[in-house]
C-alpha cells in the first residue's frame, strides 16, 4: 500500500466491509443458527464442514483462513443478484491486505547489547522488544527533520520508551501519565540513568491548560499503544497545536467514551458504517493456539456459558442473550449446575428444582459449535476492519496538512497490534 493509494484504499475498505456486513456485523452469543445461512448457502456449508478441532488453527492464520473459506463465498457472490459483483470480488484481496515493514535493519553493537541489557532488566521481553523497535522508528534514518526534536511521550506509563529514546538520541522527553505512582517510578528511573526526561501528571482527557501546556509545534509526539480514545485525542490535539511529527501504534480501538465510533476524516465520515464497540473489537480477536489444558478449560467456560444463556432465556422467557460476570478458573474445577446457581444469583434469577441441567449443558456444547463458526467467518474481516480504522487516522492526518506513512513497527509474533504511523508537518 503506497502512501498516494491510502484514501482510495480505505474507500475500497469501505466497500467491501458495507456490502458484506451481515457476515461480520453480528454478535455471535445472540444467535441460535447462523444468521447469513440463506444468503450465503455455500459458505455455510463450508464451515460445517471444517471439522471442530482445525478451527483454532484456521483462525490463528488470517492467509489460511482465507484460502479456507474464500472459494465459497465466492461462489455465493456470483449467484447473488444484489450485490456489486466484479469488484466485490476485486476487494475480496484486502481481506488478508499487508502493510509495508519499517524494521530496523541496524544491530547493536556487544557494548549497546550489555548496556540495554542492564537498562532493560525490569522490563517484560515482549514488551522490551516492542519498545526498542518503536523507538528504532522515531527518528530512522534519512528523516533529518526528525533530529533533535523534543519528545512528548503521551499515556507514558513509567516512561520506559521515552527513557530509552532519551538515552539513544540524547533528547528531551516530556512523559505524560494520570497515575502519580507511575510518575513517581518513572523520574525515579530517569534520576538513576541522569537522562533528560521529566514527568507531568495529568488526566489526557482534560482539558490543558496553560500552566500544563504539553504541545508545541517543534516537537515529535509519540504513544506505543494508547487505547482508543487516548491516542485519537493525541492526534487531535497535536494537528491543532501543529506538532511537526507525530508516531503512534494504535491499540483496543473499542475503548471510546461513545456508544459508536466517531470517524476522524472526510471518507470516513462519509461512510455508512456504523461502528458499535463490538464491532471495534473484532481487530483483536485471533484464537492463539493455547496448551490443551488452556484450551479445555477455554472450551468448558464458553459452553458453560452458553448452557446457562439457553437456561435463563427459558426461565426469564425472553429470547435474548444476558451478560454473565467473569468467572475465576477456580469455579470451571466445580459442576455446570454449581456454575449456573451462581450466574442465576448474580443476575437475580430464581431457578426451580427440577431443572435438567445436563440437557442444557449439552444445548451449551452444541451452541459452541455454532458461534465458533459464525466467528470464524466474521474473522475474515479482522485485518480489512483494521486497517479501515487505520486509513481514517491516516486520511485524518493528510487533510491536516502531513505527510503521512503506514507501515509495521515490528513482526506479529511480538504484537499483533504492530501498525505504525507516522506523520510529519508539511511545509505551508
Not at 461480520?24 to 460445517?48: I, N, R, S, Y
Not at 550489555?114 to 515482549?126: N, P, T
Request: one cysteine or more; proline letters at 5%.
Amino acid at each position: 500500500m503506497s502512501v498516494i493509494d491510502y484514501q482510495h484504499t480505505f474507500k475500497s475498505l469501505d466497500s467491501l466491509l458495507e456490502a458484506l456486513s451481515p457476515l461480520w456485523q453480528l454478535v455471535a452469543f445472540e444467535c441460535d443458527h447462523l444468521p447469513w445461512q440463506q444468503a450465503f448457502p455455500h459458505l455455510a456449508q463450508k464451515v460445517w464442514q471444517i471439522p471442530d478441532t482445525d478451527i483454532d488453527a484456521i483462525d490463528a492464520d488470517q492467509q489460511l483462513l482465507a484460502q479456507t473459506l474464500l472459494p465459497s463465498l465466492i461462489e455465493d457472490l456470483k449467484q447473488s443478484s444484489q450485490l456489486p459483483l466484479a469488484q466485490l470480488i476485486e476487494h475480496l484481496g484486502l481481506l488478508v491486505i499487508t502493510l509495508p515493514t519499517s524494521l530496523s535493519t541496524e544491530e547493536p553493537t556487544a557494548q549497546q547489547q550489555a548496556d540495554l541489557a542492564h537498562f532493560s532488566a525490569h522490563i517484560k521481553g515482549r514488551k522490551w522488544q516492542q519498545i526498542t523497535a518503536f523507538a528504532a522508528q522515531i527518528n530512522p534514518q534519512g528523516q533529518s527533520q526528525l533530529s533533535r526534536l523534543p519528545i512528548l511521550e503521551w499515556c507514558a506509563g513509567k516512561g520506559h520508551l521515552g527513557r530509552l529514546i532519551a538515552k539513544q538520541q540524547q533528547v528531551d522527553v516530556t512523559s505524560l501519565e494520570w497515575q502519580a505512582s507511575l510518575c513517581k517510578q518513572g523520574e525515579a528511573f530517569a534520576a538513576q540513568w541522569q537522562l533528560p526526561q521529566r514527568f507531568i501528571c495529568a488526566d489526557a482527557f482534560a482539558p490543558l491548560s496553560s500552566k500544563h501546556k504539553v504541545f508545541y509545534p517543534q516537537q515529535h509526539a509519540i504513544a506505543l499503544h494508547a487505547c482508543g480514545d487516548l491516542h485519537v485525542r493525541l492526534i487531535k490535539l497535536a494537528t491543532k497545536a501543529n506538532t511537526q511529527a507525530i508516531s503512534i501504534s494504535p491499540c483496543c480501538y473499542h475503548l471510546i467514551q461513545g456508544a459508536h465510533y466517531q470517524p476522524l476524516s472526510q471518507q470516513g465520515r462519509a461512510s455508512m458504517l456504523k461502528l458499535s464497540k463490538h464491532d471495534l473489537q473484532l481487530p483483536l480477536q485471533q484464537s492463539v493456539i493455547a496448551s490443551p489444558k488452556q484450551q479445555a478449560l477455554r472450551l468448558q467456560e464458553v459452553a458453560w456459558r452458553l448452557g446457562f444463556d439457553t437456561l435463563q432465556r427459558q426461565v426469564r422467557g425472553i429470547n435474548a442473550y444476558l451478560p454473565v460476570p467473569t468467572i475465576k478458573q477456580s469455579q470451571l474445577s466445580g459442576s455446570f449446575t454449581d456454575f449456573c446457581m451462581w450466574a442465576a444469583q448474580q443476575k437475580s434469577l430464581t431457578l426451580s428444582n427440577n431443572i435438567d441441567f445436563d440437557a442444557f449443558l449439552q444445548r451449551g456444547i452444541t451452541r459452541q459449535r455454532l458461534t465458533k463458526r459464525i466467528d470464524l467467518v466474521a474473522h475474515l474481516f479482522r485485518r480489512a476492519l483494521e486497517c479501515w480504522l487505520l486509513l481514517d487516522r491516516v486520511c485524518f492526518l493528510q487533510q491536516q496538512g502531513y505527510q503521512v506513512t503506514l507501515s509495521e513497527f515490528c513482526p506479529n509474533s511480538v504484537t499483533p497490534r504492530n501498525a505504525f504511523i507516522q506523520a510529519i508537518k508539511t511545509a505551508t
